[in-house]
């Protein structure tokens, strides 16, 4: 079938992740046909595009919508995600004696975290595809953001999440509607239950790279760092990875800028960190040659919810944009995790996620060890808001 259409996206095919096999970009896809692995998007970036596509008067993800996939915009499920903040942090930078170190703040987003650009995106190219209905296993934030988006689009959603997730995570999902099923594990078990209730496939499977989608809404955060940061990019990215979406998306938009012109033609990329919680570090151990894959890999639940991925679909892809960009693998502790949660907070006024504050801590432990130098220009990418995690947290302001 061919859909035509007045579309200013310069979306071409999806690509299987593996081999490059190509795949319709026009009709309803899941994971590549060839390897059942993570499908790609192309865009034509050989026409020229300037950089006054940009729409500036939209302060959302949505000013770069020729690069991303959807056709027509009265399809756009959005509730003004993207376009976050970059803080600096003079308080930690004079501390630390650090030259630069920036935040980019994704708690402001919708939904409290940066989990609603990839869910805009994913529910508006279901809703053009004439999707009813969708379905996820979530951490926490995923179901929040897909419940939301599914909602104002009029759909049915279905979260399977962790029965020990934070409260807050549950109650927002019931507000916007949502059937909520919780599950004794990690995400892994509830991808299992998921797998199980929608063996037939009535509801779109929305789960992290199991659709092409949310990895684009997901690749803003790197054209916006590129456009704040007035076209020039930071040493280091310091990004707290589960599934990896946010690490691959990012990667990928740099790749786009630079087929497009939009970086100066001897840019250095960013060297990509990903940080992960000791308690579940299935990256880490791969990324150190501990283990062959994580296909195996058993993690225990952590108060950085979103880092609780034992066994991610997109690890390799992960681990490609380590090695291509000389990136590296980190993990924090629970109580470090704390710690930085606190800094974060006395020092600069922010309350962010776990996962935020996982991401500080790493790169203070890269400064220790040398693998970082004060000089350089840090980002941090914080994901999410604290607020929804109070349960893992609580009282833990003081020590
Ligand atoms: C989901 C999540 C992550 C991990 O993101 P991925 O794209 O799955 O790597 C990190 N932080 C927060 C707050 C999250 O919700």
């Not at 594990?185 to 797998?195: K, M, T, Y």
């Not at 892809?317 to 990136?327: D, R, T, Y």
Request: aromatic share 6%; with cysteine; charged share 20%.
């Amino acid at each position: 079938m061919t859909i035509c259409t007045e579309t200013s996206s310069r979306i071409t095919n999806l690509e299987c992740s593996v081999c490059g096999a190509p795949h319709s970009a026009f009709k309803l896809q899941r994971v590549s046909v060839c390897h059942g692995m993570p499908l790609i998007a192309r865009y034509d970036l050989l026409d020229p595009l300037p950089k006054t596509s940009i729409n500036l008067g939209e302060a959302s993800m949505w000013r770069y919508r020729e690069l991303l996939p959807l056709l027509e915009d009265e399809n756009r499920v959005s509730l003004g995600e993207g376009f976050t903040p970059i803080i600096a942090l003079q308080n930690l930078a004079s501390r630390y004696n650090l030259r630069s170190l920036v935040l980019k703040d994704e708690g402001k987003n919708p939904t409290g975290s940066f989990k609603a650009r990839g869910l805009s995106m994913a529910i508006s190219k279901a809703k053009e595809l004439g999707v009813q209905g969708c379905i996820v296993p979530t951490a926490g934030n995923a179901g929040v953001a897909m419940a939301a988006y599914c909602a104002k689009a009029g759909m049915r959603a279905v979260v399977a999440m962790p029965r020990h997730t934070p409260k807050a995570f549950k109650e927002e999902c019931y507000w916007y509607g949502a059937e909520v099923q919780l599950i004794d594990g990690l995400i892994n078990d509830c991808a299992a239950w998921v797998r199980e209730t929608n063996a037939d496939g009535h509801l779109l499977d929305v789960s992290t790279l199991k659709e092409p989608y949310r990895i684009e809404g997901k690749k803003t955060m790197g054209y916006e760092i590129a456009e704040q940061l007035g076209w020039h990019l930071p040493d280091v990215l310091l990004y707290p990875a589960g599934g990896g979406t946010g690490l691959i998306g990012i990667w990928k938009a740099f790749r786009e800028m630079q087929a497009l012109g939009w970086l100066p033609a001897d840019v250095k990329l960013p060297r990509m960190v990903a940080v992960q919680a000791e308690n579940c570090q299935p990256l880490v151990e791969t990324f150190l040659g501990r283990q062959a894959n994580s296909q195996q890999y058993n993690g225990k639940p952590t108060i950085a919810n979103g880092l609780a991925v034992p066994r991610p679909l997109g690890e390799p892809l992960m681990l490609n944009v380590l090695h291509e960009s000389q990136g590296t693998a980190v993990s924090i502790s629970e109580d470090e995790m704390l710690e930085g949660m606190r800094e974060l907070g006395k020092q600069e006024g922010l309350f962010v996620a776990p996962e935020g504050a996982a991401v500080w801590m790493a790169a203070r432990k890269l400064l220790a060890s040398g693998w970082l130098s004060a000089d350089e220009q840090i980002l941090l990418l914080n994901t999410g808001s604290g607020q929804k995690y109070l349960e893992n947290v609580e009282g833990r302001y003081d020590q």
